[in-house]
């Protein structure tokens, strides 16, 4: 951020606009889990004896794709399954164990040619891990549209999308809906939410946009068959999707929760990579932001200042400063002295360079862990936190100086 | 219908909390509601503002009503009765509330004493107000649980803003962390004492067509939309009456005042309107 220009209000609101849409996620979460809640009980209701299924060859199944032509009947793109990831080696150990329990659902698409609607993960793991000829599969014939919204309302109400998915795929939906690219679909739905929150999340407001914004009934309609509001879709959903693709995968491999990946976003990407690896992505959120503190200040250079600064001695055992530049200023001074006092700086020597210091913390936090190791280990995520408070502190006090030093060097 | 528990917030001191509290008290009053004003604020403005005598002792404030297991009676005390005010009470707050605050850091419940003192000892008010200190403290904590509708005051410059978003971060975190379901929700932001002289104060309450970094604007664009009510602008009957211990209708009644009353009417509106969950 350049000096002496004006911050922006949307730069200010930054902090404010990712508690939000992780709180958002949260609840998503929750809805999620109620609603997969019904459809099991649902389903045990009607289950009793479901007889009306058939062997079918898995060679003559294939995963959903759905076309889309344009107005002269050219295909323009083809959707596939929206979901991107598949246990196969869990799937098939269970079927190994237990047989197949719940029938695949086809449609036909041609002459002996059959599409999975649901039961990706069971087709594949028969196929391909077990090496089985024959699936038990049940039938649903429909068109295009809907073979995109029940596979996109099964895995959604199964818990089996991630946030992102579940957005990429109703942007999909609605793509094939309303013949419109993805950057059409993206407007309209900024457009919809935008006028539904300055006229009003009213009636009234409502019709007119029916009215007046072309598609929006179906946008709208769509949204609340799936049970997802617009708000949320706009909010929670397409800033996932504009997230950068390192993090999509990683979304979408399941290394990382979506609202890791939003605060991630912020942080500089040389520390991506560590702070996905192992369960790192799937934090919860208080770590997660503790762990890129860590990177970043693991990355940060700061020998110059500390060879710059090599003079400045601390009496640690008092916690009093005695800079080599004299008194100095008196904000950084209180800055060291907190930092040697919460470095629990009784370990150090009476005049310690504050160099030692500063390279004592940071041994301090490299041998610190942030993830299994301590999990729920309040103790642990505090001197993370001490740690962290206090090279920061350290580091501002050297550019203070630095600067000091600087400006005396100037003055000569 | 659901009591309305509305916490005025801000976060910085003098943005016009106590004087957006009272005059909304006073407005919820003419359109028939019972009205309890708490005072969570150990500066005591309240006090001042409503007419009313410093508290003397712990007892008359806002403390007696946060000891574990409190049953009641709240230490109410009535409002603008002489002006034919019938249904507006106050809770004090004061310097009292720094000595309860030693004592309360010490609960388990310290986050939710005032949440549960409203459930255990329901308040027969329509509408209640907590007029909120300017810093996110123990009290400041306490009103989250305890409120479903908050109302953010500021002034429409760079720093009450840059502290207004940083407010709003701190709902949506502290919420979550204290899983408050449901979760309180913000009725908007009243920027108050406007200059319309002030160049400032004009670009940041900016909106319209072809207006991209306002305060409205940034506002209506986060994941839970908020909106910014017509700004109050700066007058000095607004401290007179204040300082005085009066709403500013009561203080004044001619064309001067006509308008600014009148934003408080239609804010008393918006808050019965709002949807309290
Ligand atoms: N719109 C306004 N015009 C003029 N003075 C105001 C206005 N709003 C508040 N004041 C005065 O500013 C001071 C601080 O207001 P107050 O309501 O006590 O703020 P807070 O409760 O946020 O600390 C008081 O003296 C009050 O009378
Ligand atoms: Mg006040």
Sequence with gaps: MAKGVKRSFTNLAQGANTAQAVSLLGEKDEEIEALKERIRQLEVGVAGGTTDW?????????????????????????????????????????????????????????????????????????????GQAKIKARFHECTDEEALAYTLVGDALKNRFN???????????????????????????????????????????????YENVDGSEIVLRLLSSLNITIATMVNARLPLMSLPDKLKESINNRTLTPSNALILRNAPEAIWAKAIEGQ??????????????????????????????????????????????????IASEANLQRSVTLAGAESLEKNT?????????????????????????????????????????????????????????QKQ | MTQVRLAIMSCAGGTGKSTVATNLAYSLAC???????????????????????????IGETLVAALKPGFKGPWPLKPVWRDYGIEKVDAVLGGHFLNEGSRQIQKEPRAAYLLADAIEDAPLPHDVVIFDCPGTIEQFHQMVLPACNQILIVLK?????????????????????????????????????????????????????????????????????????????????????????????RLYRSDRTTWKIAGLFEALAKAVLEADHG
């Excluded at chain 1, 309209?188 to 409502?206: M, T």
């Excluded at chain 1, 932001?289 to 003079?311: C, V, W």
């Design chain 1, 353 to 409: 360079n504050a160099t030692t210091v500063l390279k004592e913390l940071l041994k301090q936090l490299r041998t610190l862990r942030i993830d299994e190791t301590i999990e729920n280990d309040d103790k642990g995520l505090e001197l993370l936190e001490r740690v962290s408070t206090s090279i920061q502190a350290l580091s501002e006090y050297y550019q203070d100086k630095g600067k000091e030093g600087k400006n005396k060097r």
């Design chain 2, 156 to 248: 429409p410059d760079t720093k009450d803003i840059n502290a207004g978003f940083g407010l709003i971060q701190w709902i949506a975190e502290f919420s979550r962390d204290l899983r408050l379901k449901p979760k309180p929700k913000i009725l908007g932001v009243q920027p108050n004492a406007f200059d319309k002289d002030a160049a400032m104060h004009r670009e940041c309450l900016a909106d319209g067509p072809g207006i991209e970094d306002s305060l409205p604007v940034v506002l209506r664009s986060l994941p839970e939309p908020i909106h910014v009510f017509p700004a109050i602008q700066q007058t000095r009957y607004l401290t007179n009456a204040g300082a005085v211990g009066l709403p500013l």
């Design chain 2, 31 to 57: 359109l028939g509601q019972s009205v309890c004003l708490i005072d969570c604020d150990s500066n005591g403005t309240a006090a001042l503002f409503t007419g009313l005598e410093n508290p003397s002792s």
């Design chain 1, 54 to 130: 058939v062997w079918i060859d898995v060679n003559l199944i294939e995963p959903m794709a759905i076309s889309i032509t344009d107005g002269s009947g050219k295909v323009v793109e083809v959707f596939g399954q929206p979901r991107k990831f598949f246990d196969l080696e869990g799937m098939a150990q269970s079927l190994s164990i237990e047989g197949q329990q719940d029938p695949v659902v086809l449609r036909t698409v041609g002459e002996g040619r059959y599409q999975l609607l649901d039961g990706e993960t069971r087709w594949r793991s028969i196929k391909d891990v077990l």
């Design chain 1, 163 to 209: 946030a992102l998915e579940q957005g990429e795929s109703i942007v999909n939906l609605l793509r094939s809906k309303l013949k419109k690219t993805e950057q059409e679909v993206v407007s309209l739905l900024y457009r919809i939410q935008n006028q539904l929150v300055s006229k009003g999340n009213e009636k009234e407001a409502i019709e007119w946009i």
């Design chain 1, 280 to 329: 790192n992505g799937t934090m919860p959120k208080r770590k997660m932001k503790m762990l890129i503190n860590k990177l970043a200040l693991e990355m940060a250079d700061l020998s110059p200042t500390l060879a710059a600064n090599d003079g400045t001695t601390i009496d640690a055992k008092n916690a009093e400063v005695e800079s080599s530049s004299g008194s100095g200023d």
